[in-house]
């Protein structure tokens, strides 16, 4: 008996950025990479370690939870990336923000909260054609719901 053909498309994902001070109702962030949307990095979730006479010990541990967006050049999200950058450089301190990324393939809606922008890459490197840019965040919260 076969499996029923699952659906893993990504092409009708939707991201929403909130920065209070500056996009107080969100923004969309669209015209992602034609290879990668998004990536979050591995979330360390405890610390284990080894007692000398084999015994194990661990922990639950607080980390922060890393994001980067990847857009294309031609993205017209590009622009807002820009203008965080541009208000952190010009008034000196960090903005927080909120990403919402809903999956409609997974059922899934994927909310990082209380973050900053911590790197960038603003110019999209030319070469045969423009290279797409990428944008890292780091959140405290994390949670994921049903869509």
Known sequence: MTQALGNITSANAQMYLVVDQLYPAGVPITNFSADSMM???DM?????????????????????YAVTITLEASSPS??????????MKVNKRTYECKLVVTIPASGQVHVWSHGVLTNGNPVPAPKKVLDPTSWKFQF???SVQGA
């Open 140 to 142: 405290q919260d994390y």
């Open 78 to 87: 590009l622009e807002t990336m820009q203008s965080i950058l541009q208000a």
């Open 39 to 41: 990536t979050s990095d």
């Open 44 to 64: 360390e979730i405890a610390q284990v370690r080894m007692g000398v006479d084999g015994g194990m010990a661990a922990g639950y541990v607080a980390n922060p």
